[in-house]
């Protein structure tokens, strides 16, 4: 699908706010907030966003739940596989191999991007080994911590409206209260304390082997040690960086995890990315940068359904014996 200026402004919003957490917590936002962010009539916004749904583009929405509600840590594994590996049979084994996996992401290089969810340092470890046994890889960067903490207490019907939204997130409040038994009014106001407390996400499935002109990459960099890079002189790079890459930029993020960055991008060309990153590791402090084209993102999404199915059922429980104590 050839797309002009606005359509790529539209998916730069997108993009920016729905497609990995922790970029927004809006679950229900507007198309009159999208318009306003691209400087564009909201009438048009809508009609445009249709059609990029109806030619594929936008395959879908979808709620992710945060992993820290369930006591789950989160690891970013970047996996740099062998030269003509088959990416499909391997990520099909991984996907059937981790129940445990959020996210699957692949990578135009001979890379993949896992997501995992974990209890302890003893499980992650024994996945990474399987990781590295299916996939063969020669290098895994392992980067911790990627849900902001969630310290929210959730009710019964919190963990039952996250249900239906994960069933469908534009269901209407009206049908969630008749289905609840609960008001609308409650269950606005609940998504949207969900939301503000980054309880849950709005995140949307992108096909873009589908656009042409508008290319998603991840640029992932890695400064010097602590000791031998002083605070300064890191956030100086971090902000040359970042105006550096303006008009490709979508999202930073910054720390994401101990002396590394993450910038997401759109680019016009593959052959600029290579442009990039030779820029960006010539840049003080810097120890390596590596930026992939991206090609697809996979969520779990029945690793969340079972999660939520999950704590209803304590709920319940937990309720039943309070009400035989009594």
Same mark, same amino acid.
């Given at each position: 699908m050839q797309v002009d200026k606005i359509d790529v402004k539209i998916m730069k919003e997108l993009l920016t706010d729905f497609v990995m957490p922790t970029r927004n917590a809006r679950v229900r936002?507007?198309?009159?907030?999208?318009?306003?962010?691209?400087?564009?009539?909201?009438?048009?916004?809508?009609?445009?966003?249709?059609?990029?749904?109806?030619?594929?583009?936008?395959?879908?929405?979808? #709620?992710?739940?945060?992993?820290?509600?369930?006591?789950?840590?989160?690891? +970013? =594994?970047?996996?740099? !596989?062998? @030269?003509?590996?088959?990416?499909?049979? #391997?990520?099909?084994?991984?996907?059937?191999?981790?129940?445990?996996?959020? +996210? =699957?992401?692949?990578? !135009?290089? @001979?890379?993949?991007?896992v997501i995992l969810y974990y209890k302890d340092t003893k499980d992650l470890d024994g996945d990474v080994d399987k990781l590295m046994k299916i996939t063969k890889a020669i290098h895994v960067n392992k980067m911790l911590k990627f849900f902001t903490e969630c310290r929210a207490r959730l009710s019964e019907s919190d963990w039952k409206i996250m249900r239906s939204l994960l069933q469908?997130?534009?269901?209407?409040?009206?049908?969630?209260?008749?289905?609840?038994?609960?008001?609308?009014?409650?269950?606005?106001?609940?998504?949207?304390?969900?939301?503000?407390?980054?309880?849950?996400?709005?995140?949307?499935?992108?096909?873009?082997r589908t656009v042409e002109g508008a290319i998603p990459a991840d640029l992932i960099v890695f400064y010097e040690n602590r000791d031998n890079m002083n605070s300064a002189s890191k956030e100086k790079t971090r902000l040359q960086i970042a105006e550096y890459l303006r008009d490709e930029l979508v999202l930073f993020d910054p720390n994401f995890a101990p002396d590394i960055d993450h910038f997401g991008l759109i680019l016009s060309s593959i052959s600029k990315s290579q442009e990039i990153q030779k820029w960006v590791s010539g840049k003080e402090g810097i120890k390596q940068s590596d930026i992939s084209i991206l090609l697809d993102v996979f969520p779990r999404l029945k690793l969340y359904e079972e999660l939520v199915e999950d704590m209803i059922r304590q709920q319940q429980q937990s309720t039943k014996y309070v009400e035989a104590e009594v």
């Open positions: 936002r507007s198309f009159r907030s999208i318009a306003k962010g691209i400087k564009i009539d909201q009438h048009a916004t809508r009609n445009r966003i249709r059609k990029l749904q109806e030619q594929g583009v936008i395959k879908r929405w979808y #709620i992710v739940v945060n992993p820290t509600l369930f006591g789950l840590k989160t690891a +970013f =594994l970047q996996l740099f !596989l062998p @030269p003509n590996s088959n990416k499909d049979e #391997i990520m099909q084994r991984i996907s059937s191999s981790f129940p445990n996996m959020g +996210f =699957l992401c692949n990578h !135009l290089e @001979p890379k993949l991007i469908d997130p534009w269901k209407p409040y009206s049908a969630i209260s008749k289905e609840l038994k609960i008001s609308s009014k409650t269950v606005k106001r609940r998504v949207e304390a969900l939301a503000r407390d980054g309880a849950v996400y709005l995140l949307v499935d992108v096909n873009m």
